[in-house]
Antibody
Framework: EVQLVESGGDLVQPGGSLRLSCAAS????????MNWVRQAPGKGLEWISYISSSSSAIKYADSVKGRFTISRDNAKNSLYLQMNSLRDEDTAVYYCASPLVGVTTVGTTFGYWGQGTLVTVSS | EIVLTQSPATLSLSPGERATLSCRASQSVSNYLAWYQQKPGQAPRLLIYDASNRATGIPARFSGSGSGTDFTLTISSLEPEDFALYYCQQRSNWPPLTFGGGTKVEIK
């Protein structure tokens, strides 16, 4: 069974930093690309970052480019999101998402999601 | 950036009725469109990928159609658990990967 478990969400002041983690299990993590998607309170879904299986390809939404860094450790089956220079508008639930494991390797359709971790940016 | 416009914003229907949700893209996305369901307090769940393929474990009452710029998610007969928010998402031209604004299916 595919499982994705995010952690690291917290209350942080504007300008602060936070590192989110996503622990993956139930599939061969090292062979799949991964994504981070966020959802501000009461709002829709926003894709923010993609990383290929080997970390050779990394993409960001313009809203986070230059402030957030996605990374992964395939030996630890873990995905990370380093968030710097946080702003009020970064307040959201952050989800890690995988492809539809076992059906397609397409990394840009979100087949499995974690339960999310809440990041609140406020003074 | 490809903009996805979902309509209607809210759909008020009764259990057993047919639901038809629309997603229109600002430019062609071929068939690279997915649909997700989200219930309050839960993560989204993939329903349909590549316009018409049901994801693992998704009931047959959910179907997707369309290509290019116009797409439809149809729920043939609404079950009580189907009242939720639905989002479309394109993967044709990215970054960024984009989502529509959502359609809420509510009980009439």
């Amino acid at each position: 069974e595919v499982q994705l478990v995010e952690s690291g969400g917290d209350l942080v002041q504007p300008g602060g930093s936070l590192r989110l983690s996503c622990a993956a299990s139930g599939f061969t993590f090292s062979t799949y690309s991964m994504n981070w998607v966020r959802q501000a309170p009461g709002k829709g879904l926003e894709w923010i970052s993609y990383i290929s299986s080997s970390s050779s390809a990394i993409k960001y939404a313009d809203s986070v480019k230059g402030r957030f860094t996605i990374s992964r450790d395939n030996a630890k089956n873990s995905l990370y999101l380093q968030m710097n220079s946080l702003r009020d508008e970064d307040t959201a639930v952050y989800y890690c998402a995988s492809p539809l494991v076992g059906v397609t390797t397409v990394g840009t359709t979100f087949g499995y999601w974690g339960q999310g971790t809440l990041v609140t940016v406020s003074s | 950036e490809i903009v996805l416009t979902q309509s209607p914003a809210t759909l008020s229907l009764s259990p057993g009725e047919r639901a038809t949700l629309s997603c229109r893209a600002s430019q062609s996305v071929s068939n690279y469109l997915a649909w997700y369901q989200q219930k309050p307090g839960q993560a989204p769940r993939l329903l349909i990928y590549d316009a018409s393929n049901r994801a693992t474990g998704i009931p047959a009452r959910f179907s997707g159609s369309g290509s290019g710029t116009d797409f439809t998610l149809t729920i043939s007969s609404l079950e009580p658990e189907d009242f939720a928010l639905y989002y479309c998402q394109q993967r044709s031209n990215w970054p960024p990967l984009t989502f529509g604004g959502g359609t809420k299916v509510e009980i009439k």
